[in-house]
């Protein structure tokens, strides 16, 4: 897994996301990802599965975000990257970051769209530690960027699965 944090200050979004690439078992696999990117005007970060993160790297951008999370539905069960049950289907161990005009959304594995109420949100599986840390941080006089690197490596000093290099976007 991961973790990222969204961050808004004043009518810019920041958004980062820890650089670890780590298997169910805990192994580090030593390869090179972006977990974040951008597709037309979104900007897009992804915990959990890098298939899923690669194949929201190939949608043709719609022009609304309740229209992305079709346009991900669809790609997702094209390429195969969805558990189906009788009772739902869900992405596969995997949710995102979506900032669309300045707003923060969570797409969550079960398709569950939100838009955050709030000028922060955290995913991963070190989200725990780092909406403590974010709490914490938002108050401290340093830039965004610095708060969400700072974030980031107070949750990597608790999970495993969070490591650097870390890296901020904005939006």
Avoid: W
């Avoid at 810019?12 to 996301?17: D, H, I, N, P, S």
């Avoid at 079709?70 to 790609?75: F, G, P, Q």
């Avoid at 949710?95 to 995913?123: A, M, P, R, W």
Wanted: proline share 4%; with cysteine.
């Amino acid at each position: 897994m991961s973790c990222l944090i969204a961050y808004k200050s004043g009518n810019k979004v920041y958004l980062g996301a820890d650089g670890a690439a780590t298997e169910e078992d805990g192994d580090i696999r030593p390869i090179k990802t972006k977990k974040i990117f951008r597709v037309g005007d979104y900007l897009i970060g992804y915990a959990g599965s890098i298939r899923s993160g690669q194949i929201v790297q190939t949608i043709d951008p719609p022009e609304s975000i309740e229209e992305l999370v079709e346009a991900i539905r669809t790609k997702m069960e094209e390429f195969g990257c969805l558990a189906v049950t009788d009772a739902s289907t869900s992405l596969t161990q995997s949710c995102f970051i979506i900032i669309y005009k300045d707003n923060i959304y969570e797409l969550l594995s079960d398709f569950q769209l939100n838009e955050v109420d709030g000028n922060f949100t955290t995913i991963g599986c070190g989200a725990p530690y780092a909406f403590g840390a974010m709490h914490v941080i938002q108050e401290e006089d340093s830039s965004p960027s610095q708060k969400i690197a700072k974030a980031l490596k107070v949750v990597s000093n608790y999970h495993a699965a969070v490591r650097p290099p870390y890296m901020v976007e904005k939006y």
